[in-house]
């Protein structure tokens, strides 16, 4: 068994997903955050690394320490036993903590920041996720708050810094690697998307009879928009109620062989597959439909380039970035970070 080391995109899940699912951590005090417990004694440790002159803290360590060990032993504390899995950890926790300390370096380095409405958003889902911790008046319980903060080894401050470095990671990113494409690019996309891309509305259903109840409706005169209200199952519908906009591959082959056999304004027959029964309306793919989406594709390719540029820059500095370590470092292991 192996604890292997992570992507950056990971560093940046558990910071911002790992938090909200509570029974995931142990009940520890913050307390305990910057500190470790050897032959029953209390250590306070203010710092675990120093990464380029840039101390990590211990709060920081902790706290991808015991997520990642709680996640992987399940509660079963005699799986660190084995020396070399601990080592492991051990290991995989510096990668993280480093790649986030050399993060936050280049952004202060740089002059990154959250934008207004990056902050605003993040502010949002900071609210958002203390309505949790509110009774029926809407009085915010702190205490219940901090308790759940607390096991997942978090505090209110450490949790909203985590909570802001997706935002500082993209922007960095977007600054060292622009994402840029020329007119002709935009020009020769849209052609493409004009040519090999359809929209289509549809309506799914869970059993025959009902999709057979949904033609009948049809037949009879009734809107196609109405029944999806009525009828559809697929939640997807609700941000895209002007249909999905998808080439062949982006559906399942049932799917898009049925939506691709249809004229625009024609409603298919029942369209069985895995996800149940489908009636589908072909609708126009107008070019406004088409810019967007094309001017998306490019984005997303753009961006995808920009990241795996960005990934290779990062994993360089931290091949070469200089570490430091506690006096302490030798003493952490499951049975002292707690």
């Not at 915010?140 to 810094?161: I, P, Q, V």
Request: proline residues 1%; glycine residues 6%.
């Amino acid at each position: 068994m192996k604890i292997l080391k992570r992507t950056l995109s990971l560093v940046l899940a558990l910071a911002l997903t790992l938090t909200l699912f509570a029974g995931c951590g142990k009940n520890s005090g913050s307390d305990t955050a910057n500190q470790i417990t050897v032959d029953g004694k209390t250590i306070n440790v203010p710092y675990a690394l120093i990464v380029n002159g840039n101390k990590v803290s211990m709060d920081l360590f902790r706290y991808f320490y015991l997520t990642m060990k709680t996640n992987y032993d399940g509660g079963d504390e005699t799986v660190w036993d084995d020396e070399e899995l601990t080592s492991q950890l051990l290991e995989a926790t510096e990668s993280y903590v480093v790649s986030y300390a050399i993060i936050e370096a280049l952004c202060d380095e740089y002059g990154i920041t959250l934008t207004e409405d990056q902050q605003a958003e993040a502010d949002s889902y900071k609210e958002q996720f203390k309505t949790m911790y509110s009774d029926e008046d809407g009085k915010f319980d702190k205490d219940a708050y901090n308790e759940y903060l607390e096991s997942m080894y978090l505090t209110e401050g450490l949790y909203e810094r985590l909570l802001k470095l997706e935002y500082l990671s993209e922007n960095l990113q977007h600054h060292l690697y622009p994402v840029e494409y020329k007119d002709e690019e935009v020009e020769a996309k849209k052609q493409d998307v004009a040519d090999n891309y359809l929209k289509a509305k549809h309506i799914l259903v869970e059993d025959e009879a009902t999709a057979n109840e949904v033609l009948n409706k049809i037949a009879e005169g009734a809107s196609f928009d109405d029944l999806i209200s009525e009828y559809n199952t697929d939640a997807g519908m609700e941000s895209n109620p002007d249909g999905y906009i998808f080439t062949e591959g982006d559906m399942v082959d049932a799917f898009y062989e049925a939506a691709t056999a249809l004229s625009v304004g024609e409603i298919s027959g029942i369209v069985p597959t895995d996800y149940g029964y489908h009636i589908i309306m072909r609708v126009e793919l107008t070019d406004e439909d088409v810019a967007s989406t094309a001017e998306d594709l490019i984005a997303d390719a753009k961006d995808s380039e920009s990241s795996e540029e960005f990934t290779a820059f990062l994993e360089e500095q931290i091949d070469s970035a200089k570490i430091e370590y506690s006096k302490y470092y030798d003493k952490f292991s499951p049975k002292t970070i707690k």
